[in-house]
């Protein structure tokens, strides 16, 4: 299978592992606080459904997602959580529903998509298997809220692969969307998967993250807090980049709090 073949595979399979988890849900428990403030799982998957839905717009009408995005630049700090909020206040089995059909038609777009087709977005503008790379991200990371509101883990599997690569990739969006200059030099990233080592970067480069694939995915997508994690930094900058370091597009994220603050 071609790269992108793959990423449609995890994609479709990290979305039906989070559907199994809240397609068995009671209603009450789509209002359980998650640990996005103000946000319960209902927002969750409201804001995947509404995310799948900008992305089906970016890959089947450019001239109006565009449009969309200078929509979020006049309010870059609220049209997050007001697309949330939208969703939120469906009934469940309606919610559920939406965000089911939103993302089989986002795949079917995604595969019709012709070879070399890039698409715009909130960031930089995305190739197919970026695109799928980039939601396959989001459904992981926002799923991770989910499970965690439930007071359940989650085995990882080797589709972290793909969250773990855009975090690599997204380093110098880290500092630029922070007003920053990002380092000259690649960076060696060694990380502990599942299936064992994953590296990115030069073996030779000075500057290092080593640590566990899961810590540095749950880092990378805002979901803990690095003091609360077993990855470690070598050298100054890429220190400098654990502390801000963000795989999604979008203004830089505030983070988590450490454990018990």
């Known amino acids: 299978m071609s790269d992108a073949n793959v990423v449609f595979d995890d994609l479709r399979a990290e979305g039906e592992e989070l559907d199994r988890l809240v397609g068995a849900l009671s209603p009450g428990d789509w209002g359980r606080a998650t640990a996005a403030p103000g946000w319960s799982i209902a927002h969750q998957i409201a804001?995947?459904?509404?995310?799948?839905?900008?992305?089906?717009?970016?890959?089947?009408?450019?001239?109006?997602?565009?449009?969309?995005?200078?929509?979020?630049?006049?309010?870059?700090?609220?049209?997050?959580?007001?697309?949330?909020?939208a969703g939120a206040r469906l009934e469940p089995g309606e919610l559920l529903t939406t965000w089911r059909r939103g993302r089989h038609r986002l795949?079917?777009?995604?595969a019709a998509a012709p070879a070399g087709a890039r698409f715009p977005w909130y960031g930089p503008p995305m190739s197919t298997a970026s695109m799928a790379t980039g939601r396959l991200m989001e459904t992981w990371a926002h799923g991770q809220d989910v499970w965690d509101a439930l007071g359940r883990t989650r085995e990882p599997t080797d589709r972290l692969r793909?969250?773990?690569?855009i975090g690599v990739r997204a380093r110098d969006f880290a500092f630029a969307v922070r007003g920053l200059a990002a380092p000259d030099e690649e960076f060696r990233?060694?990380?502990t998967g599942p299936d064992g080592l994953w590296t990115y970067g030069p073996e030779g480069?000075?500057?290092?993250?080593?640590?566990?694939?899961?810590?540095?995915?749950?880092?990378?997508?805002?979901?803990?807090?690095?003091?609360?994690?077993?990855v470690r930094a070598h050298g100054p900058d890429a220190d400098r980049w654990l502390d801000i370091a963000q795989a999604f597009a979008g203004p830089a994220g505030p983070g988590r709090a450490p454990k018990g603050a």
Not at 55 to 82: H, I, M, N, Q, R
Not at 107 to 110: K, R
Not at 205 to 230: E, K, N, Y
């Open 47 to 85: 804001h995947l459904a509404w995310t799948d839905g900008a992305a089906l717009l970016a890959v089947t009408d450019a001239d109006a997602f565009v449009a969309e995005v200078e929509k979020a630049a006049a309010s870059p700090e609220t049209f997050v959580d007001e697309g949330a909020e």
């Open 107 to 110: 795949a079917e777009a995604l």
């Open 162 to 165: 793909h969250v773990a690569r």
């Open 189 to 191: 990233v060694e990380l």
């Open 205 to 230: 480069a000075p500057q290092r993250v080593t640590g566990p694939a899961l810590d540095f995915c749950l880092l990378v997508t805002q979901r803990i807090h690095r003091s609360d994690t077993a």
